[in-house]
């Protein structure tokens, strides 16, 4: 999976909790990305990072809120977890990003339950 | 609005034939392709790639062919073998963030 790992791998938690997923990589690329793949929907983008510090927002943010204060690291935060977060949870990582001609390399997913 | 999209969403084949995937996009501007594969409980898996200068691009055993007129793509796979079996992305580079927008994917199976 390129250097990317995901933490945890597998969470339970209830309504209301808030909940991080952590993402690292030690390819030190510039860009991450943070998806969900559900059935129907394929992976969508929830936020994308273009470097320490630098976030936006993808086509399915709401209730989902990113931060990356090192190279490595980008986490995922819900702020307060519904049942319609369900998901599966896919960071990704680029060299170049917007570039139109690079390739995202994907970490082995977080399975998220909301109860 | 942008969307890539596969014609099946299933396709079983015997071991040793070969698999053919299709996909369709809409975004002529699309310029980048990427085909994954996903295996159950794991992360999309870049298989190979192709840019819109080329036609067709070979790697072990698979082979993209594009075609720009028909906005189409595929993915064959040689001598398919049980190891093969997974859902298979296509993706287009061309998000409006950088992101890719993936097709709905086509789950191959492999009969022994």
């Known amino acids: 999976d390129a250097g990317i790992t995901q933490s945890p791998r597998h969470k339970v938690t209830e309504t209301g909790t808030p909940v991080t997923l952590r993402c690292h990589q030690t390819?030190?690329?510039?860009?991450m990305y943070w998806y969900r793949q559900d059935p129907g929907h394929g992976l969508r983008l929830i936020h994308y990072s273009y470097g320490v510090k630098d976030t936006d927002k993808g086509e399915v943010s709401d209730g989902y809120s990113v931060s990356r204060s090192k190279t490595e690291d980008f986490l995922l935060t819900l702020e307060s977890a519904t049942s319609s977060q369900t998901s599966v949870y896919f960071c990704a990582i680029s060299p170049r990003g917007r570039d139109s001609t690079d390739t995202q390399y994907f970490g082995p997913g977080t399975r998220l339950t909301v109860l | 609005g942008e969307s890539v999209g596969l014609h099946l969403p299933t396709l079983s084949v015997q071991e040793g034939d070969n698999s053919i995937i299709n996909c369709a996009y809409s975004n002529s501007a699309s310029d980048y392709f990427i085909w994954y594969k996903q295996e159950s409980g794991k992360g999309p898996q870049f298989i190979i790639d192709i840019r819109s200068n080329m036609d067709k691009r070979q790697g072990q055993r698979v082979t993209v062919l594009l075609n720009k007129t028909v906005k189409h793509l595929s993915l064959q796979i040689a001598a398919t073998q049980p190891g093969d079996s997974a859902v298979y992305f296509c993706a287009d580079t061309r998000g409006s963030q950088g992101n890719l927008i993936f097709g709905k994917g086509t789950k191959l199976s492999v009969k022994p």
């Open positions: 390819e030190n690329h510039r860009y």
